[in-house]
């Protein structure tokens, strides 16, 4: 990670950076917190890698968009499988509703309208969550 964090960079976009799926991605994101960066997970980050202390981690970080003008979160949710196990893991975050927490969901891949339907309506009672739809 000190490859990617030298010197006094204050705010870093990372591609391709499902960072919670690493082994070691707390130490990642304390570092990040610790050094007050601002963090674009333009990419996504797959929830269903949180933990309690991982939640607690990410919301140190300051998640931004690309232009680093406000705070968002970015995850990913492209099926209806694990619907429960985004919930509980969404709400580990304690997002409010006021928040800016942008789900990407691909539709017409791998999934019918029904399911497309199904996860946009789950995403719609998450406090803060809303959706940017891609094909």
Partial sequence: MDDILQG?????????????????????????????????????????????????LLRRVRCSNTRFTRTVYHFSLNDTQHLDQVRTKYQLMKFSPGENVEFICMYGYNTTLAQDVERFRFLKYLPGAYVFVQQ
């Fill in 8 to 56: 006094d960079r204050k705010k870093v976009i990372l591609l391709d950076d499902n960072i919670l799926a690493h082994s070691k991605a707390g130490n990642f994101l304390e570092e990040m917190a610790r050094r007050n960066l601002q963090v674009n997970f333009t990419q996504t980050l797959d929830i269903r890698f949180l933990d309690r202390e991982m939640a607690s």
